[in-house]
C-alpha cells in the first residue's frame, strides 16, 4: 500500500445469496492470493537481524520433537543461499589456504564461483582441499602447528555446520 506502482490488494465486494438459512459454504468476499513470505525459504529474524531457513527451522522443530529421530538426506539443505551466508560469514582478512584465494578475489565473481560450488557439492564432484600449515610460536619457546583451510572448504565447513547445528 501507498508504494510506487503498485495496487492495493484486490477485495471485491459480493452481495450474499438470500437464502432462509445460513450455509457455512456460502460465499462471501473472494480475495486474492497470498503474497509475501509465503513461498519464501528464508526470513529474517527479529532479534539478531540473522537469516535462517524455514526449512532449516522445520529440521530444528523435527529434532527437538523426536530425540530419537534420524535424518539421513540433509544436502539439499546446503543450497545457494546458505552458502553465500557461509561466505558472508567469514571474516574478510582470514589467512587465506593452500589455493591462495582471499576474501575479496572470491567475491569479484561471487555469484558464479557459489553456483559452481553449488553444483559441484550436490553432484559430488566437490573435493577439499589439504590444509596450509602453519606454526605459531609459545611462550615456552615451542611452536604450535595450526591448519588453514581453503576458502571454499571454509565455506563449505559454515553451511553443513548450519544443517547440523539447526539438529543439535
Given at each position: 500500500?501507498?508504494?510506487?506502482?503498485?495496487?492495493?490488494?484486490?477485495?471485491?465486494?459480493?452481495?450474499?445469496?438470500?437464502?432462509?438459512?445460513?450455509?457455512?459454504?456460502?460465499?462471501?468476499?473472494?480475495?486474492?492470493?497470498?503474497?509475501?513470505?509465503?513461498?519464501?525459504?528464508?526470513?529474517?529474524?527479529?532479534?539478531?537481524?540473522?537469516?535462517?531457513?524455514?526449512?532449516?527451522?522445520?529440521?530444528?522443530?523435527?529434532?527437538?520433537?523426536?530425540?530419537?529421530?534420524?535424518?539421513?538426506?540433509?544436502?539439499?539443505?546446503?543450497?545457494?543461499?546458505?552458502?553465500?551466508?557461509?561466505?558472508?560469514?567469514?571474516?574478510?582478512?582470514?589467512?587465506?589456504?593452500?589455493?591462495?584465494?582471499?576474501?575479496?578475489?572470491?567475491?569479484?565473481?561471487?555469484?558464479?564461483?557459489?553456483?559452481?560450488?553449488?553444483r559441484r557439492?550436490?553432484?559430488?564432484?566437490?573435493?577439499?582441499?589439504?590444509?596450509r600449515r602453519?606454526?605459531?610460536?609459545?611462550e615456552d619457546?615451542?611452536?604450535?602447528?595450526?591448519?588453514?583451510?581453503?576458502?571454499?572448504?571454509?565455506?563449505?565447513?559454515?553451511?553443513?555446520?548450519?544443517?547440523?547445528?539447526?539438529?543439535?
Amino acid at each position: 500500500m501507498h508504494e510506487a506502482e503498485k495496487s492495493d490488494s484486490v477485495v471485491v465486494a459480493v452481495k450474499p445469496t438470500n437464502k432462509a438459512e445460513r450455509s457455512a459454504a456460502e460465499p462471501a468476499e473472494p480475495r486474492t492470493e497470498t503474497k509475501g513470505n509465503a513461498g519464501q525459504q528464508s526470513t529474517r529474524r527479529a532479534q539478531d537481524r540473522e537469516s535462517v531457513s524455514q526449512a532449516l527451522e522445520r529440521v530444528r522443530q523435527v529434532a527437538k520433537q523426536g530425540k530419537k529421530e534420524r535424518f539421513t538426506n540433509l544436502l539439499h539443505h546446503v543450497d545457494v543461499a546458505l552458502l553465500r551466508m557461509s561466505f558472508r560469514a567469514i571474516r574478510r582478512e582470514a589467512a587465506p589456504g593452500v589455493d591462495g584465494l582471499t576474501w575479496d578475489a572470491y567475491e569479484r565473481d561471487l555469484d558464479l564461483r557459489i553456483e559452481d560450488l553449488h553444483r559441484r557439492v550436490h553432484s559430488g564432484a566437490y573435493r577439499a582441499l589439504p590444509s596450509r600449515r602453519t606454526y605459531i610460536p609459545k611462550e615456552d619457546g615451542s611452536r604450535r602447528p595450526l591448519a588453514i583451510a581453503a576458502l571454499e572448504d571454509k565455506i563449505v565447513q559454515r553451511a553443513v555446520a548450519a544443517v547440523l547445528n539447526a539438529i543439535h
